[in-house]
């Protein structure tokens, strides 16, 4: 098996469950960009210590972004073909995301001023991680099922983010006063 099919050749991709759109279409913009945002934490993850915990909470985040990339592509006609949690975002993943900010933000004390990004390798990627993930989230809005989790996921992944990063950076919080 070959992994090029041709099939993308004329400008259009398959939807999961079914279907084609064109490329530039609402669909695989959002999807799209999710798939940037778990680069961007795969890359954090790359930092961070092996079998850790930070390493452990991103390689599951990666997962539940295959299940949400799946939601988004695919079309409505084609939305009871979804299975909760292994291709449609359930109230549980927004839930767990929740837990882990509370979790993580409890480890430092929150900033009051503005952060600026950079502390650390790891804290700097994770804050561009952020970025992607509410770029994502931007791009959703459009594609997303009225009744989809993928918005509230998305959000609270943004915030994730930021507080993982805000923990790698540790005793090392530069912040800047508001202008």
Request: net charge negative; proline share 6%; aromatic share 6%.
């Amino acid at each position: 098996m070959k992994i090029y099919t041709r099939k993308g050749d004329d400008g259009t991709t398959a939807l999961y469950g079914g279907g084609r759109v064109r490329k530039d279409d609402a669909a695989p913009e959002a999807y799209g960009t999710v798939d940037e945002a778990q680069a961007v934490l795969g890359m954090a993850r790359s930092l961070a210590v092996p079998g850790g915990e930070l390493d452990a909470l991103l390689v599951a985040i990666e997962a539940d972004l295959w299940v949400l990339m799946a939601e988004l592509a695919t079309e409505p006609a084609n939305a009871h073909k979804l299975v909760d949690g292994a291709s449609r975002v359930t109230p549980e993943m927004v839930t767990a995301l929740e837990a882990s900010i509370d979790d993580v933000s409890a480890r430092f004390e929150l900033p009051t001023d503005f952060v600026v990004p950079g502390q650390n390798p790891i804290a700097a990627h994770l804050d561009l991680a952020r970025t992607v993930v509410r770029r994502a989230e931007r791009r959703s809005l459009g594609v997303a099922a009225p009744d989809s989790h993928v918005l509230p996921y998305l959000n609270r992944l943004s915030d994730l983010c930021w507080a993982l990063a805000r923990w790698q950076e540790g005793d090392v919080l530069l912040t800047r006063d508001a202008p």
